[in-house]
C-alpha cells in the first residue's frame, strides 16, 4: 500500500496514527502541498479534491479521506480496534473525531486560507486571527465532549478520537492556540506521548519535513 502524505498534514497525520497503532507497513510518498503538488494531474486523478491523504491499495484502488481510510485499515487488521467496544462509547468517540474532522478542520485548510487572502485581500493577521477563532472554538467543544481521560479520550486504550485529536493539537500550537481552558486534552495529549505509535507518526518525525 502506498500512503500518498504530507509531513504537516494533519489529516494524513491521523492515518499516520493509525497505520502505527495498527502495525502496518505502508509506503509513504509525500505530496508537497507547498509547492502545489496535490493539483498536478496524476495525483489528482487520485483525489479529485486535491488533498492528501489518499491511501493507493495493491491492486491500484484508491481511498480518499482520512477516517474512510482509517476505517478500511481497522476492517484490514481489526487489532488493536480503534473504537471502544461499548456501542455507545464508540459512538461518542466517533462524534468527536466528526467535530473536529468536519467542524474544526476544514475552515482552516490550505485551500481556504489561500481563497480568503485571494478573494477577500485577507492579510497574515486577519489570516491568525481566523484560524484562532475557528481552533479555540471548536477544541472548547472537545474538551466538553470527551470523557475525563482514562487517560485516552475514550477509555483505556486510543481511539479514533485521540487519532484525530492530537493532530488537531499540533495545528493547535503551530498557529499559538492557548489551550490553558483545555486540561482533558492537556491529558489526552501526555498519554498519547507516552505511546511510539503517536510519536512516529509526528510532522516532524517525518523524512520529508522541513
Ligand atoms: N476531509 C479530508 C481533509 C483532507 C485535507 O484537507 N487535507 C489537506 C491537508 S491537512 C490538504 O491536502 N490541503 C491541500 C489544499 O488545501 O490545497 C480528510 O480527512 O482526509
Known sequence: MI????YRSSAAYRVRIAIALKGLVVERRPVHLLH????DPGYRAKSPLAIVPTLQL????????????????????PEPPLLPRDAVLAAQA????????????????????????R????????????????????????EALIAPPAPFAFG????????????Q??????????????????????ACAALPAFMEARPEA???AE
Open 58 to 77: 495493491d491492486d491500484g484502488r484508491v481511498i480518499t479521506q482520512s477516517l474512510a481510510i482509517i476505517d478500511y485499515l481497522d476492517a484490514l487488521k
Open 3 to 6: 500512503l500518498y502524505d504530507y
Open 119 to 142: 478573494q477577500f485581500d485577507a492579510k497574515d493577521d486577519q489570516i491568525a486571527m481566523w484560524r484562532r477563532c475557528w481552533i479555540t472554538e471548536g477544541l472548547s467543544a472537545v
Open 94 to 117: 466517533r462524534a468527536t473525531a466528526l467535530s473536529i474532522a468536519c467542524e474544526i478542520h476544514p475552515l482552516a485548510n490550505l485551500r481556504v486560507i489561500e481563497a480568503l487572502q
Open 36 to 39: 502545489g503538488e496535490q493539483r
Open 156 to 167: 483505556a486504550e486510543p481511539s479514533l478520537a485521540d487519532i484525530c485529536l492530537i493532530p
Open 169 to 190: 493539537v499540533y495545528n493547535a500550537r503551530r498557529f499559538d492556540v492557548p489551550l490553558d481552558d483545555c486540561p482533558r486534552i492537556l491529558a489526552v495529549e501526555a
Open 206 to 208: 517525518q523524512p520529508d
